[in-house]
DNA sequence: ATTAGAATGTGATCTACATCACCTATCCAC
DNA sequence: GTGGATAGGTGATGTAGATCACATTCTAAT
């Protein structure tokens, strides 16, 4: 399936468009490809864009004080990643977002998600959707953090995401857990 | 000023609406009072609406095992509330809702907001743009629990919200923050 | 093939915070 | 006013997980 049809799948699952409605949206993606390690955005940009991953794995992630890394989001096929804060606010960037593997995506400027939102109600019906599904995972995310230990995160996150297991390499499970790469390590060899 | 005077400029910080189109909108909220300590949103509820505070404060939370509270919110006038994944996905309450205080919502119906932002096409603009700051505040304070211990969260809160810090009995201060109040009584006597 | 740098495992130690226990002050409801 | 929640404070002790230190393996570039 290439980029267009994942894109148009994706969108077919919360608002309808007609074919005519979906080529003018789809006018204002811009395919783009990426190679591991390579910098979407970094702290301290201005950011313009938001991206829709079509194959690959990205991470949006914040670094304290130059040392720690705790990551926000792995962003895997058909998922959505940008620093939202920057591109609402036209802020500049708080956040990075990078490649854990080759990448590929569509960038979809903030100028033209709003003027499309504009154009086709159907597609701001769509954010709308998409947005409150990121609201309610990260509230879920956010009470999991202060209910459950290091070991239950694990668990429930290998359940949620079992691709991430061998796709990723386990420190930046660990800085998304929001634990140390030791006590991560020490969880899964059962000690 | 009254109810209807909150929720229109609440509304016009964000979307243009007509004279007309507000009307219309306003007549899908229905204004409600609550003593302190009534229940808006028990767990395993259906939940069928939303709520707009106009005065006292209420608050979202998840109960553990029967026995630890975590407050997912503390909502002030003019701040929205409700358990959006039951809201969403039509399913149960998870969370549950209650006031701290003697309030006055305006609530909103899922069918009445769905119709809204159907026949407005502002609304859904507004609608859009509420969910994602609260997804970005959402993510903001994932990070602040993950980076800073108690101490620096707790005087987080109170820079962001001064007004709390009189309003709110310190222990959900301390179900807000993720930690037991005896830490949080140790922390602001500096010890 | 060689080598430098990531990624990972594991012990020893330290620490922020939870938990338990108990005490005091305040606020209502009868 | 009195008694029972509710809120808050504080000491003693326990523990999950951080941090430090170092060894091992894997990976990718030369």
Same mark, same amino acid.
């Given at each position: 399936?290439?980029?267009?049809?994942?894109?148009?799948?994706? &969108?077919?699952?919360?608002?309808?468009?007609?074919?005519?409605?979906?080529?003018?949206?789809?006018?204002?993606?811009?395919?783009?490809?990426?190679?591991?390690?390579?910098?979407?955005?970094?702290?301290?940009?201005?950011?313009?864009?938001?991206?829709?991953?079509?194959?690959?794995?990205?991470?949006?992630?914040?670094?304290?004080?130059?040392?720690? %890394?705790?990551?926000?989001?792995?962003? %895997?096929?058909?998922?959505?990643?940008?620093?939202?804060?920057?591109?609402?606010?036209?802020?500049?960037?708080? &956040?990075?977002?990078?490649? &854990?593997?080759?990448?590929?995506?569509?960038?979809?400027?903030?100028?033209?998600?709003?003027?499309?939102?504009?154009?086709?109600?159907?597609?701001?019906?769509?954010?709308?959707?998409?947005?409150?599904?990121?609201?309610?995972?990260?509230?879920?995310?956010?009470?999991?953090? %202060?209910?459950?230990?290091?070991?239950?995160?694990?668990?429930?996150?290998?359940?949620?995401?079992?691709?991430?297991?061998?796709?990723?390499?386990?420190?930046?499970?660990?800085?998304?857990?929001?634990?140390?790469?030791?006590?991560?390590?020490?969880?899964?060899?059962?000690?």
């Amino acid at each position: 399936m290439n980029a267009r049809e994942i894109l148009r799948e994706h &969108i077919a699952k919360t608002a309808s468009l007609t074919d005519e409605q979906f080529d003018y949206c789809f006018e204002h993606f811009e395919p783009q490809s990426f190679k591991k390690g390579q910098v979407l955005i970094a702290e301290g940009d201005r950011v313009d864009a938001e991206y829709f991953v079509i194959s690959g794995c990205l991470k949006s992630f914040f670094v304290n004080d130059e040392i720690k %890394m705790y990551i926000l989001q792995f962003a %895997m096929p058909t998922w959505w990643t940008s620093d939202y804060n920057a591109l609402y606010t036209k802020s500049r960037a708080s &956040i990075n977002v990078d490649c &854990i593997t080759d990448a590929e995506v569509l960038s979809l400027s903030n100028a033209s998600r709003e003027k499309l939102c504009r154009d086709i109600h159907q597609l701001e019906y769509f954010f709308r959707w998409r947005t409150n599904k990121g609201y309610v995972a990260t509230q879920k995310r956010l009470l999991s953090l %202060m209910n459950n230990d290091a070991k239950k995160r694990y668990e429930e996150l290998l359940e949620l995401y079992p691709q991430l297991y061998n796709l990723v390499p386990k420190h930046l499970i660990a800085a998304y857990l929001g634990v140390s790469r030791e006590t991560l390590s020490r969880l899964y060899n059962a000690h």
